[in-house]
């Protein structure tokens, strides 16, 4: 691997990216998606705790939407974004479960 590895990805300056061989910006990208998927994750496990704990109110916030807005800077449009995601979603039952359960009866 050259000098302009993926661990050099986040930082590369702009002007280095012209002399990036092909291979490597292949790299380059398919790490970065793999650091930030692991970033989105951590993300939302943390807001998830949040809400879990009551931090917003433990720590005089009315809500958990102004603690993300106040502490992390971001929008409140984004801070319920983030909610949204880190909330536990329920699995949808296939097709194929409810005819077994509906044979079943």
Do not use: F
């Not at 650091?35 to 720590?59: H, S």
């Not at 984004?78 to 359960?101: F, H, N, T």
């Amino acid at each position: 691997m050259t000098t302009h590895s993926t661990a050099l990805a986040p930082n590369a300056p702009a002007r280095g990216w012209p002399d990036l061989p092909d291979v490597d910006l292949l790299r380059v990208l398919v790490e970065t998606e793999r650091r930030r998927k692991q970033l989105d994750a951590a993300m939302r496990a943390a807001v998830a705790e949040a809400e879990r704990r009551g931090l917003a109110a433990d720590t005089g916030y009315p809500d958990t939407v102004e603690l993300l807005t106040d502490l992390l800077r971001i929008s409140t449009h984004e801070a319920r974004r983030r909610i949204e995601c880190a909330a536990p979603q329920p699995r949808p039952r296939s097709r194929k479960v409810w005819r077994v359960l509906a044979a079943a009866s």
